[in-house]
């Protein structure tokens, strides 16, 4: 009896550990098909966005809109950079006075002004049962 006991309760436990959904983020206004969008997911406010990454995603750029997909995100609140590495070389490519050369975005569309957008001002709550964002590219 005690082990059908623990089984149940074992059972009930893992039922009712949070699950985890996918993330489809929608990159918007990709200009050319050049290179690699690298879509970079973060979770921690002070690691936004330069910082290790809670998950990122390399895919092939398309023009004009594409979808890329985390799958299995739990639930909580997240952040989001992407850079259109048009050359593949790995970073962003800056021309006089730092301005970027390549294009760039943050999840809410967060402003840029000077800097990349805070933490907070790009944050967004992933359900459990996962959810969708959209952002658009600046070049």
Do not use: W
């Not at 983020?25 to 050319?32: E, F, T």
């Not at 002070?46 to 639930?75: L, R």
């Amino acid at each position: 009896m005690k082990l059908v006991g623990c089984a149940l309760l074992a059972l009930l436990l893992t039922s009712s550990a949070a699950s985890a959904g996918d993330l489809h983020v929608n990159v918007l206004g990709v200009r050319n098909a050049n290179g690699i969008m690298r879509v970079g997911l973060f979770n921690e406010p002070g690691d936004f966005p330069n910082g290790p990454k809670f998950g990122e995603i390399d895919v092939p750029a398309t023009t004009g809109s594409m979808t890329v997909i985390f799958e299995h995100v739990p639930e909580g609140r997240y952040a989001i950079a992407v850079l259109h590495d048009e050359n593949s070389n790995g970073r962003m490519d800056q021309g006089m006075f730092a301005v970027p050369l390549e294009g760039y975005g943050f999840s809410r569309d967060a402003p840029v002004f000077l800097s990349p957008p805070v933490f907070e001002e790009s944050a967004f709550d992933v359900p459990e049962e996962g959810t969708q964002v959209s952002l658009h590219i600046i070049y």
